[in-house]
């Protein structure tokens, strides 16, 4: 029986580590849950797992079928969840931006992730608080998903990164920003996101899943 197979298989008993390295911000492990191989960071789900739940939630809301986006920009792109999403669920076709700021996380989405076989992906590396004001290009959708493990990364819930992201969508466009408020201070930075958003754009509204994953939509 191949390896892959007999991981996949134990890991209905189990869960099974299929490699474990260190990135940006701290160890990294891909293993296998349940039959379906996943990337975690030290405390918080990074692909396919429960972040992947939370994408199947959100995309499918706010991708029109007859009216499907003509370009994304991901920032925060981890082992591809969202890619896979839109491209194999929901068959969006447009070009797709990532940013990245870890090298390791993109090694890791394209050995066991297939990331490189993606069609219409260009991902830069580097902090995206910081090269999302390089951009010239105005997009369609936006997915922000920027953790520094399960906290939010650094800067994301300023009023300047917010107004970039304004800046950066195109007219009707949306903008998807998960949050997570797994205590108080963290429900803070999640709220200010909210507040910046609602000053920004018009409309904002909340997704809740797993209890603790706020995703605010912006128009």
């Not at 869960?15 to 701290?26: D, K, S, Y």
């Not at 199947?56 to 920009?73: M, N």
């Not at 009707?172 to 958003?197: I, K, M, P, W």
Request: with cysteine.
């Amino acid at each position: 029986m191949p390896r892959t197979r007999m991981l996949q298989l134990l890991s209905w008993l189990w869960p099974v580590t299929e490699a474990r390295v260190q990135g940006h911000f701290g160890p990294l492990e891909v293993r296998w849950e349940n039959g379906r191989r996943v990337l975690n960071s030290a405390q918080a789900n990074q692909s396919f797992g429960s972040l992947h739940r939370v994408w199947q939630g959100v995309l499918p809301a706010v991708v029109s079928a007859s009216a499907p986006p003509t370009s994304v920009l991901m920032l925060g792109f981890g082992g591809g969840s969202a890619l896979q999403i839109l491209r194999h669920d929901l068959h969006v076709q447009a070009p797709i931006t990532a940013i990245e700021i870890d090298p390791v996380v993109m090694e890791l989405a394209t050995r066991f992730f297939d990331a490189g076989d993606a069609k219409g992906l260009h991902v830069l590396t580097g902090d995206a608080t910081i090269l999302l004001h390089s951009l010239r290009e105005r997009y369609a959708l936006i997915v922000v998903d920027l953790f520094d493990d399960l906290d939010l990364a650094r800067g994301v819930d300023t009023n300047g990164f917010i107004h970039c992201l304004r800046d950066r969508c195109a007219e009707g466009g949306v903008v998807c920003f998960n949050t997570v408020a797994y205590d108080a201070r963290a429900a803070e930075r999640s709220q200010r996101v909210h507040d910046h958003l609602s000053k920004a754009f018009l409309t904002v509204d909340e997704m809740v899943f797993e209890g603790d994953n706020r995703v605010f939509i912006a128009r």
